[in-house]
């Protein structure tokens, strides 16, 4: 019997090719402490925290520089220690110039952690405080506080918490190496969520591709009757929130619903493992782990690297660039930014710098639709990509909504199949922009 194919997975999707073997044997490596470090504020899905410092101030490692302004919105620390020496908006790897605390770091490397936790003897209420005083946002790529995440609520029942360990991703092994070199810590951040939420099941989703992580993680869980390892069909994009709880648990997220609203408490490892380190270590979030990967650097790696290290240093540890390298890209290549300033910073969420050489990239021209229906038929959401792009084109945002544009997770399935190259998530991303500021003017008229 082929075990592959009694492996769950979920409609649609698409295989791009892996390149997973670049990096992922390699361990992670620790990048110097740069002499400058770029904190952006905007780290965080929601409210900005509010900055605390001032040009001149003196701060230590894991200081305080911003609080968090409301419930939806995390604080951010000193990833160095140093003297803050500017304030000023400086450009993301969004794109967009947000507000930025400059620090330049000292050798001292004093550290001003957090008090250490009781693994056994930690309650609920304290997981849930410490998550949110150590700024620990989803390292899947969305930054959302992490604290509203494991925070029960009461009309909405939670069974299980469920562990997205797919990393989908082409290049990307940031994952895959914590799983095999922070087992532990995984399984006991698991835990932790587990007891913020009161939850009594805990299962580790895992793609087939990841033999070794597989392995590991069933030796290590075999002595907790309350965890289980799935695994998954290898397919982009399988570690999507509600492709991954379809395939696990049968449940069917809705559209405009969440995770929460089908009983599931969903994060990613790297985010796991965070909340083990701030609670039993008492480290906030100053440090990102990242894939740096593409036939274009000289060296990939795996780095654990300061948040706000600009990529230029990032890529110089790595040896550098190729000459014949035509795109760097933030994140993975199916829903990653593209870069045109190597001075940007990396984020708390940042999971890859990727350098990509003419052969990795689509370079071809983008043609006429041919109507051939492929975009419809491998986005696992059963949206028309074709037409949301069109009304996107078009400007008739009233259509693009009627067809569920804010529905699309911008996974870039529909993109990577279009056989006419058109730059079908650029547009849906426009139009859905454009259609939520419709929703919101609306809804402000109505107020
Ligand atoms: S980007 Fe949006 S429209 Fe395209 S396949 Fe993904 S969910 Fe569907
Ligand atoms: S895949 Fe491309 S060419 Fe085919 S229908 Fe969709 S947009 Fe048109």
């Not at 029942?157 to 895959?176: K, M």
Request: proline residues 6%.
């Amino acid at each position: 019997m082929n075990i592959s194919k009694t492996l769950k997975s979920f409609k649609g999707g698409v295989h791009p090719k892996e390149f997973k073997f670049l990096t992922e044997e390699k361990s992670f490596e620790i990048l110097p402490t740069p002499k400058e470090i770029f904190i952006p504020i905007n780290q965080n899905l929601g409210k900005p925290p509010k900055i605390l410092v001032k040009k001149g101030d003196e701060v230590k490692c894991g200081d305080l520089i911003a609080e968090a302004d409301g419930f939806i919105s995390s604080p951010i620390h000193s990833s160095v220690s140093g003297k803050v020496i500017k304030i000023s908006k400086e450009i993301n790897v969004n794109g967009f110039p947000v507000q930025t605390i400059i620090i330049q770091s000292n050798e001292n490397e004093e550290n001003n952690f957090l008090p250490k936790l009781n693994l056994e003897n930690v309650t609920a209420e304290e997981i849930i405080n410490r998550v949110k005083e150590a700024g620990i946002v989803g390292l899947g790529g969305a930054s959302f506080p992490t604290h509203v995440k494991i925070t029960p609520q009461k009309d909405k029942p939670i069974d299980l918490v469920l562990i997205n360990a797919c990393e989908c991703e082409p290049y990307l092994t940031r994952d895959y190496r914590l799983i095999l070199e922070k087992t532990n810590e995984l399984i006991n951040g698991l835990k932790l969520i587990m007891k913020a939420l009161n939850v009594r099941k805990g299962i580790i989703g895992i793609e087939d591709n990841k033999p070794l992580a597989i392995e590991k993680l069933n030796n290590v869980i075999k002595n907790f009757e309350e965890i289980e390892v799935k695994v998954v069909k290898t397919k982009y994009p399988q570690g999507a929130e509600k492709m991954l709880i379809k395939a696990i648990t049968g449940r069917e997220v809705p559209p405009k619903k969440l995770p929460f609203d089908v009983g599931v408490a969903i994060q990613n490892v790297a985010t796991a493992i965070s909340i083990y380190e701030a609670v039993v270590e008492g480290i906030p979030m100053i440090t990102s782990t990242l894939t740096v990967s593409g036939l274009g650097i000289n060296e990939p790696k795996n780095l654990i690297v300061k948040n706000g290290t600009p990529l230029k240093n990032i890529i110089e540890f790595c040896g550098g660039i190729r000459e014949d390298s035509v795109k760097i890209v933030v994140g993975g290549p199916m829903m990653g930014v593209s870069q045109f300033d190597l001075n940007v910073p990396v984020m708390k969420a940042t999971s890859g710098i990727l350098v990509l050489t003419k052969d990795e990239v689509n370079s071809f021209n983008e043609t006429n639709c041919l109507r051939c229906g492929m975009c419809v038929d491998v986005c696992p959401l059963n949206l028309i990509p074709t037409r949301l792009a069109r009304f996107s084109q078009l400007e008739r945002y009233e259509d693009a909504n009627l067809f569920g544009i804010t529905n699309c997770m911008e996974c870039g399935t529909c993109a990577f199949t279009c056989p006419a190259n058109i730059q079908l998530v650029q547009w849906i991303k426009l139009g859905k922009q454009k259609v939520i500021q419709m929703l919101n003017q609306k809804s402000a008229q109505l107020n």
